[in-house]
């Protein structure tokens, strides 16, 4: 019969609360796929919208402040205005000439009418413009817009000439004008209002001219019709005014300049806006692509799915290079350190194997056997397995934890020479009878290595490194024999040899000697006494210093085998 999990746990609420856990965290990674998978489905990602609606808004704000043209447009309009002017005056003076009666039978000078009629139609041919005359009266004498005298209603107007453009010229044009229609024309000014039965009393520029001064002024049309330019101009007879001509014009020569330029503006806004737009979507799929690609790769590692590389974008030269280098790097380191992981479990459970087997069948034998001295020599057995899993554990326990230990560490100044002397120091003071002499080299003494042989790092492991390679030299050293300790600096590395007079390391294991429980010990050594981590866990220490470690033989020039000597390799401190 099979048990409920909540019953069976200890803990069943931790054991609710872990399943609800676990849940919420494959609803999070579900979610954050599916996001993933729309993101990449979409063909604009957000960081492109972003670039282009920069680079769109910064050059609809410049296009907009073209558009504008308010100054160009009052400089037409000052320009109109003075050549409406200069018309009047030509127009009064010719009238004077040319339209005044001062015979005697007049009674004065007086203006002709019908003759002022005929002159100022002649003369708005080429102009374009509208004619009024008022006499000294105020009253309306001629318009060029009606035929004959005032009092008749035949108007005069000029038909605009064919529209010959084409569909989308006409359409630009209607739109245009439906914009500009809802857009007043900028300035201060006053309305333009034309009585059926005109007077000069209606025009205050007229009113002005008749004390002989030339008068202008700019209206606004009705119903958003543009502006109504006029000039009034005294006709003078011998400084005498007869009369006021009215010349006026619209805004229509106006409105075209202006909407020639805004139009050849739009076009150049309109090819910009285009070269800016694909310019940015190049711009973005340069770095949404490769970004995609990366979040894709790391997506695929983070799943486990296969050999997925990072993909490499270090040719590029820039950000995103070094961010796909980086990655790159990160996770090959991810994967040494898991393959190292694994073979590292898998090397602890081997080792710890072997002594609880022998623990177990030392137990066992115990239990079987009657005799106190057997049972004594089972249980001194025990002992030693016992001590050789307390030092085995307590060495992995300080393998498994040396590289986050490493990455926390202090960098400092170490004075290499020193150091090696006190360690050897140490040595010599606890050294037995039968011990091999350790010897020291240091390039002049060791009072002057301290300062030439700098080096910048983690004092406690480089001592560690130095105890173990010392350890294992004299483990392997015959009684009475010597070790020698060589310091020298070698351009921009400090070299560290240390050789003993042991058998030597076995062909083809010079480096097999640094990997993780390595168990090749000297004859008459007890089994366990190491747990073969001292030279894997230099390796770690002297690589984490940037160095390097190497193993090889010593032979005399006969080719005899003399012993091994190691060597450690560390760069050299330049800091003053």
Known sequence: MGLDTATATPDGGSAAASVAAAARSRAREKSASRLTRRRRRSRLSPLTL?????????????????????????????????????????????????????????????????RARAMMRRLVEPTHTRARLFDVHGALVGDTRILGPPSESIEVDELPPPDQSNFFVRFAHRFYDNVMARIPWSGNYTPYVESPSPTASDYPEVERAFQGEIETAVHRAPEG??????????????????????????????????????????????????????????????????????????????RGQGAQRIPDFAARGDEIGELSAALREMTDTIRRRMNAIEHFAADVA?????????????????????????????????????????????????????????SRDERSLVPLGAMLAALVALYRETAGPDSPFLAL??????????????????????VRVFRN???????????????????????????????????????????????????????????????GLGLAISKQIVEAHHGAIRAENRYDRDNRLQGARFIVDLPADFTP
């Open 225 to 302: 019709g543009g502006l109504v330019l006029t000039a009034a101009v005294p006709v003078q007879y011998y400084k005498a005014v007869l009369g006021v001509v009215l010349l006026s014009s619209g805004s229509g020569e106006i409105e075209q300049a202006v909407r020639s330029v805004r139009f050849s503006l739009a076009e150049l806004f309109l090819l910009a806006l285009a070269v800016t737009i694909l310019l940015s979507i190049y711009l973005a799929g340069t770095i949404v692509r490769p970004l995609r690609q990366l979040a894709a790769a790391a997506e695929q590692v983070r």
């Open 350 to 406: 081997h080792e710890l194997k072997n002594p609880l087997t022998s623990l177990r069948s030392a137990v066992e034998t115990t239990l079987r056997v009657d005799d106190p001295e057997k049972q004594k020599r089972l249980l001194t057995l025990v002992l030693e397995d016992a001590k050789r899993l307390d030092r085995l554990i307590t060495d992995i326990s300080d393998a498994s934890r040396l590289d986050a230990e490493l």
């Open 441 to 462: 080299d240091l390039p002049g003494g060791v009072g002057a290595a301290e300062a030439a042989l700098p080096l910048r790092g983690s004092e406690e492991r480089l």
């Open 50 to 114: 972003r670039i282009l609606a920069i680079n769109v808004v910064a050059l609809a704000l410049l296009g907009g402040g073209f558009f504008y043209l308010g100054e160009y447009q009052q400089n037409l309009v000052y320009a109109q205005t003075e050549a409406l002017r200069t018309q009047g005056q030509i127009f009064a003076a010719a009238l004077g000439e040319g339209a005044v009666d001062d015979t005697l039978d007049s009674g004065g000078e007086v203006l002709i009418p019908e």
């Open 469 to 531: 390679l010392l350890d294992n030299a004299i483990s392997f050293s015959p009684p009475g024999g010597t070790i020698t300790l060589r310091a020298r600096r070698t351009g921009d590395m400090i070299r560290v040899a240390i050789e003993d007079e042991g058998p030597g390391i076995p062909e083809g294991k010079l480096g097999a000697i640094f990997d993780r429980f390595y168990s090749e010990r000297p004859a008459g050594e007890d089994f366990g006494t190491h747990s």
